[in-house]
């Protein structure tokens, strides 16, 4: 920045009547940052209405789904025993179901070992085969117990056992990765290292299966104690014991699915209804620099909250999709029997001086739920074309449409280049903003250029005037 000292042979104050001079060319450039202000304000509003549709199109993919209406739910009379859960495929009913034998792996142990082992002399090799495979280890000289552990470990992919050592009881463990009778541990002892320094039993071992009795069936077996079966995941805990289990649409799940996009809904919804019929308050236009200097923090917000107000006041765009989610809300669908309708599961509206916004009777929809689900999930999931489209459906492709009109416009914060029309809107301003700002540069150094060339006059006829003085007052001097 250029420091100037001007004045000094006229005695004006320079900087004052630059400054003064200049606020018609500033207030210029205001009024375009203003602009500015104005278009980045609508394209945060923008951007908020889509960040509501985002939540509502998330909500409504959900109800897009058959098994959001089709989940089931498993009560078990003893969660001791046995839990579970269910594919939306289960089949509903009361079962029992008889936990004979719960599955486990296969285990070895040695007799007790120092952890101070260190093996010496030649190298021993041992095979271990497993479900998985097999692999042979070999214990060199100056490998400890817990060498020897982690080297079957590093094995463990190949051949399904794994290897610990308990160091509270000096002893050596091998155990199987998985459950079942498939589930072994075979060793080959080469150099009989297991067998004489471990003192492990040599002889195969196997895991068991799990068994149960299906309603009071043939004996099932699987290899391990979660397993699935007649699309119901069970989780085996306790043998010896019959448990009563039913299996029963969820209705809370869909219950708390549709619940979810009336909230969503009604977010989206009001806000567009709230920027579509705000007030617009002209005589508020965007602060400066200069004015927030002299305001406090609380009389800016203030202020800033009425500049913001009506700027999206009936605007095109909102109104149309608003016009035509509302639309696509309250339309029935064909072909779905007794439930054709968001009204007819307890989904409804008040007055017109709601704006759209859905009122739920949770305790008319869960009726309608146990009635005839399949009725209430067409409502929502129909993918036909046309009358015959879901709610859920035509709603999800309008959301989504009007996701993208509005992105068109207002672009997106993550997006790298804005080629929204906002955003080109904005860019356009901002060259203004520059090219003005570079105008005030050459108004200003103008200015000055003018002033210091009147210094420079004013200071020769002074020093003119000083030469006459001195002439006149020494008239010995001629």
């Given amino acids: ?23 018609a060319e500033i207030a210029r450039v205001d009024v375009v940052r203003q602009q500015k202000q104005i278009l980045e304000w609508k394209r945060e509003q923008y951007r908020e209405a889509n960040t509501k549709l985002l939540a509502l199109r998330s909500s409504l993919l959900n109800l897009k789904l058959q098994g959001t209406f089709q989940a089931k739910t498993v009560t078990s009379s003893d969660a001791a025993v046995l839990t579970a859960t269910a594919a939306s495929s289960a089949v509903e009913g009361s079962f029992s179901i008889e936990v004979i034998r719960l599955a486990r792996g296969a285990s070895k142990e040695s007799t007790p070992i120092s952890s101070d082992y260190v093996h010496s002399g030649g190298d021993a090799s041992f095979t271990l085969n497993g479900k998985a495979g097999s692999a042979t280890i070999t214990v060199e000289n100056g490998d400890t117990i817990a060498t020897v552990v982690a080297k079957i470990n590093e094995q463990q992919t190949a051949t399904g056992i794994r290897a610990t050592y308990d160091s509270g009881l000096n002893k050596f463990y091998l155990f199987t990765s998985g459950s079942g009778i498939d589930a072994k ?26 068994a149960i009795k299906f309603n009071g069936g043939q004996e099932l077996n699987f290899s391990s104690n979660r397993f699935t079966f007649n699309n119901i995941n069970f989780n085996l805990l306790k043998a010896g014991q019959t448990v009563d289990m039913n299996v029963s649409t969820n209705i809370d799940n869909a219950v708390e699915k549709i619940k979810d996009f009336v909230e969503k809904y009604n977010a ?23 004015q927030k200097k002299e305001m406090k923090e609380k009389e800016i917000e203030l202020w800033e909250e009425k500049a913001k ?58 009726t309608a739920l146990s009635l005839d689900p399949e009725g209430v999930m067409k409502l929502f999931t129909n993918s036909v074309e046309g009358t015959d489209q879901g709610i859920a459906v035509r709603l999800y492709d ?21 080629n ?5 809107e904005i860019d356009g301003v901002n060259k203004r903003i520059s090219s003005l700002e570079e105008r005030l540069l050459e108004v200003e150094n103008r200015y000055y250029r003018q002033f210091t060339a009147m210094e420079q006059a004013i200071q020769r006829m002074n020093a003119q005037s000083q030469w006459l003085a001195q002439q006149f007052s020494n008239p010995s001097g001629r």
């Fill in 268 to 290: 989206a919804v009001g806000y567009i209804a709230e920027k579509l019929g705000e007030k617009r308050y002209r005589d508020f236009a965007p602060l400066g620099d200069e």
């Fill in 309 to 366: 107000s009506g700027l999206l006041r009936s605007d095109s765009t909102l109104f149309n999709l608003y016009s035509v989610i509302r639309n696509q809300t309250s339309a029935t669908v064909a072909d779905t029997g007794k439930y054709s309708s968001l009204s007819a599961i307890g989904i409804t509206t008040a007055g017109w001086q709601d704006q759209g916004k859905l009122y739920l009777d949770e305790d008319k929809l869960r």
């Fill in 185 to 210: 541990i075979e060793l080959e002892d080469t150099d009989g290292f297991l067998g004489s320094t471990l003192n492990v039993d040599l002889t195969m071992v196997q895991g068991v299966d799990a």
């Fill in 1 to 23: 920045m250029a420091i100037r000292i001007s004045g000094l042979a006229s005695g004006f104050d320079t900087e004052s009547i630059i400054k003064e001079a200049m606020k």
């Fill in 420 to 424: 929204s029309s906002l955003g080109r």
């Fill in 398 to 418: 309008q959301v989504n449409a009007s996701m993208k009109q509005i992105t068109n416009t207002a672009g997106t914060v993550s997006a790298g280049v804005d």
